[in-house]
Nanobody, 119 residues
């Protein structure tokens, strides 16, 4: 059974940092893109960052560029999101996701971890 389990969320002051981690199990994701999404109260889930399986090419939402960094460790089947210079508008539930092998659509999702940034 495929599982994506996020960790590292919490409460932080504006300007602070958090590092989210996602541990995948049940299959290998070395040939899958992996990403982070978030959903704030009353809003739709939105894309945050992605890292491809081939060449580890990264992409980011404009709102987090220069502040967030996504990385992956295929040997450990993990993906991380380093979040710096956090703002109150970053408050949301953050979800880890993965595509099927060499596909572009996200098929696997974690349960989410809460990030709250106090101003």
């Amino acid at each position: 059974q495929v599982q994506l389990v996020e960790s590292g969320g919490g409460l932080v002051q504006a300007g602070g940092s958090l590092r989210l981690s996602c541990a995948a199990s049940g299959r290998t994701f070395s040939r899958s893109a992996m990403g982070w999404f978030r959903q704030a109260p009353g809003k739709e889930r939105e894309f945050v960052a992605q890292i491809t399986w081939q060449f580890a090419i990264t992409s980011y939402a404009d709102s987090v560029k220069g502040r967030f960094t996504i990385s992956r460790d295929n040997a450990k089947n993990t993906v991380s999101l380093q979040m710096n210079s956090l703002k109150s508008e970053d408050t949301a539930v953050y979800y880890c996701a993965a595509t099927r092998e060499e596909r572009s659509e996200y098929a696997f999702w974690g349960q989410g971890t809460q990030v709250t940034v106090s101003s």
